[in-house]
């Protein structure tokens, strides 16, 4: 069978390389904070200057649910919602649906942060959701991570939107490369060329490419649908068949019916529920909701990320909310199990990669490098080949900009975090420190001869940063390797080790170039 012609190849080529030059900066910033993301969990612990050590729902909370309801407005107590937060706190919101001039149906109560160990009260606030939320300050750093991936920091529908376009760039990207790459099993075992040259970037690239091909199509995919299902296709949904409610929609699509009993009655034993959800599942939850508290009819859901057992999606286990007896496995969308629902659920756990623990984080994490080795030396080929062109060759400048200032920025967050963490805004000092370091990369970027000089003194930079954010961390009141040791908290030791790993390999390879450099100039002379 004949491949494609000469000139479909040309075109194919040509929409491969502006699929990934239109929006290059942003879907690197997108691969890059989506690698580091993958150890969002670890990343949370590792700044957690509060030393939480247990599991907060491996301790008795029924008790604590009921102490905390008697705190609240009784309007708020048919609703509750008991998450472990990923810092390692405990948090119980209490509320109901109210109208909001403006904004339609919306959650409404009262939420607190609680120690995990004592369920001492930590912070509480009433609001609406989701800025009724009390954060834990060493949550701050992951989170603000998190939400650099997922929306580019641009609140609401639009900052889903921008990841959503972007996903469906690189899966254009990925096939149109698919289609032009007409020995990708030699690629596969391609050796770099060295001399900085053209052969060399495309050996660069063809080798990152093909080696996270599948695991780039799964990332793009999954990530365009978890940017577009909630803020495109259920309001979309919710448009055509509910008037526009989004809350009536979303309930439509999750939430089985059931038969109404408003019946008094006293909630079941939560840590009975708890126990057996943990049975069941092989995992602790991460969320428990209690639907219709105080009634016959009431439910309790206990939804579980890791499906544990040896299962790779989530798990979300109903049980009586009256008499705690369990009754099904609800499904993530629709009322009855379908390969449809068993795929959605699937998604997160494909994206994240947090499906089989710290092992198959590992993997996601080092295919995620690859896959941003792919989209820089992809984009610096295609500057490359255009060098000669002054507006590309402006364009190289910014892109070496993009790839060294991305890094030093999130590392300029986690230094806002480190030094704001004994003040009370974290907040604040994360997005100073992002937004300082921006303008600092801008500086230098403005005073840079050409695009090599600008990415050493930038790789610089960064690796002496993350080099020194250990001893930071120390420095703000930072569990010490001795206490991580002999509190089982191996967080603390991985995210540091990685920090100086990557510092000592930049800087030995920015040596090893220095050095090839000056001895070529030596022999020029």
């Known amino acids: 069978m004949n491949g494609p012609s000469n000139q479909a190849i040309k075109r194919l080529i040509s929409l491969h390389g502006w699929s990934g030059t239109v929006l290059s900066i942003f879907l690197y910033a997108v691969v890059l904070t989506g690698t580091v993301s993958v150890l969002r969990d670890e990343i949370a612990r590792w700044s957690d200057a509060e030393r939480h050590i247990v599991h907060p729902f491996g301790q008795p909370i029924y008790a604590t649910v009921r102490r905390l309801s008697d705190q609240v407005p009784e309007a708020f107590r048919a609703q509750v919602r008991v998450e472990h937060a990923r810092d390692g706190s405990l948090r119980v919101f209490f509320y109901e649906k ?39 300050r060493a949550h ?3 989170h603000f991570i998190v939400d650099l991936h997922a929306r580019l920091l641009i609140p609401g529908r639009l900052g889903l939107y921008a990841t959503g376009v972007l996903g469906v760039f690189l899966l254009v990207a990925v096939i149109t490369g698919i289609l032009i790459h007409r020995h990708i099993l030699r690629d596969l ?25 599948p695991f780039s199509i799964l990332l793009a ?34 939430t089985p019916a059931k038969v109404e009993n408003a019946a008094p009655a006293d909630l079941a034993d939560l840590d009975q529920v708890m126990a057996d959800a943990l049975r069941i599942s092989g995992t602790y939850p991460r969320l428990l909701t209690i639907e219709d508290a105080g009634r016959r009819d009431a439910r309790i859901v206990t939804l579980h990320r890791n499906g544990g057992n ?73 500057l490359k080949r255009r060098e000669d062109d002054p507006v590309w060759r402006s364009c190289r400048m910014m892109f070496a900009a993009v790839v060294w200032g991305l890094p030093v920025m999130l590392s300029g967050a986690a230094y806002g975090f480190f030094l704001s ?37 930038l790789r610089r930079m960064f690796a002496w940063s993350v080099l020194m954010l250990p001893v930071l961390r120390l420095q703000t009141g930072g569990v010490s390797w001795g206490e991580a040791i002999l509190n089982n908290i191996w967080q603390v030791l991985l995210i540091d080790a990685l920090c100086l790993a990557l510092a000592v390999i930049l800087l030995v390879q920015q040596r090893v170039q220095d050095r090839a450099a000056q001895n070529a100039l030596n022999l020029a002379e």
């Open 421 to 457: 963490i004994l003040g009370h805004d974290v907040h604040r000092g994360t997005l100073a420190g992002f937004l300082v370091s921006g303008f600092v990369v801008l500086v230098l970027s403005l005073r840079a001869a050409t695009p090599v000089e600008l990415s050493r003194v």
């Open 310 to 382: 040896g299962a790779v999606r989530s798990h979300t286990l109903e049980f009586d909310g009256a008499t705690g007896a369990f009754l099904r496995d609800r499904p993530l969308v629709g009322h009855e199990p379908s390969v449809g629902s068993a795929t959605v659920a699937l998604m997160s756990p494909l994206h994240f990669g947090d499906f089989s623990g710290l092992a198959s984080r590992a993997v996601w994490l080092a295919l995620g490098t690859v896959m941003t080795i792919s989209v820089v030396s992809g984009m610096q080929l295609w």
């Open 140 to 142: 701050e750093l992951s």
């Open 189 to 213: 075992f391609v050796t770099e060329r060295p001399g900085g040259r053209v052969v060399s970037l495309r050996d660069r690239h063809g080798l990152a490419s093909v080696w996270s091909l």
């Open 221 to 254: 995919f999954t990530g365009t649908f978890l940017s577009f299902a909630t803020s495109l296709g259920l309001p979309i949904v919710a448009m055509s068949a509910f008037g526009g409610d989004i809350d009536r929609a979303f309930a439509a699509v999750t």
């Open 98 to 136: 109210r109208k909001i001039p403006g904004r339609g149906t919306q959650d409404f109560g009262r939420d607190y942060l609680l120690d995990p160990e004592t369920h001492s009260i930590l912070a509480a606030r009433q609001g609406v959701a989701p800025h009724q939320r009390v954060e834990s």
